[in-house]
């Protein structure tokens, strides 16, 4: 099973995600409490200075930006959280290794893939239109509207979570479609037939490929 998430557009949604994120940094600044669209917009700012550094689309200059970027996404992103949610009631069945090792392997596969594309920002705006919490406030949605240059508006929600004193990003949606729930499609396709170690090894092949294609 390939391990290509596609939305009913046929566009690739964690491309899109990227997009959102860096677009999210082109609002209006928000209040000083660091809520979960401050901390958003805080940490997709400081990813939109290194891409935008004129070493960002030079590959032999690019690497200590990158690095940069990969602190910023891990930072707001908790990917341990997007894999045990990812995976589904079997992650119950991974050992702590396991579980180490897959979301190490997952996160390598979306920075591998998606983080190129960042390049291909050119200015969309994006609209924040709304904020739901949950009835115990553990949870909180982002609503934002990305408007493109051909005025195509597309519908990109951030999922977050409070966690070790700050908001993380746990899920993303766009065009009603949940990042989280498109990949547990195909991992638990993989997972009927083969084990926690063999998906993991199935996720890491693929984000090493990726990775060797783009220093080609």
Not at 24 to 30: L, R
Not at 110 to 121: F, I, M, P, R, S
């Amino acid at each position: 099973m390939r391990l290509v998430p596609v939305s009913r557009s046929g566009l690739f949604l964690p491309a899109c995600l990227v997009a959102a994120l860096l677009l999210a940094a082109t609002s209006p600044a928000v209040a000083a409490a660091p809520g979960p669209r401050q901390t958003l917009e805080t940490a997709i700012s400081r990813v939109l200075d290194n891409i935008k550094n004129p070493d960002w689309v030079n590959p032999a200059t690019r690497g200590p930006l990158r690095r940069k970027v990969e602190d910023e996404v891990f930072h707001v992103f908790d990917f341990g959280e997007f894999s045990s949610r990812t995976v589904g009631p079997r992650w119950r069945s991974f050992t702590p290794e396991q579980k180490k090792r897959f979301s190490d392997a997952f996160a390598e596969l979306l920075l591998n893939t998606y983080l190129n594309k960042v390049t291909g920002y050119n200015g969309e705006q994006v609209a924040y239109v709304g904020e739901m919490a949950a009835p115990d406030g553990r949870r909180v949605e982002v609503q934002t509207v990305i408007t493109m240059k051909d005025g195509k508006k597309t519908p990109v929600n951030y999922r977050m979570l409070p966690k070790d004193g700050s908001w993380r990003v746990y899920d993303v949606i766009i065009e009603n479609i949940s990042l989280v729930k498109n990949y547990r499609t195909q991992f638990q396709g993989i997972l009927n037939t083969a084990t926690p170690d063999q998906l993991t090894a199935k996720v890491l092949e693929k984000a090493n490929e990726v990775r060797e294609q783009q220093s080609k």
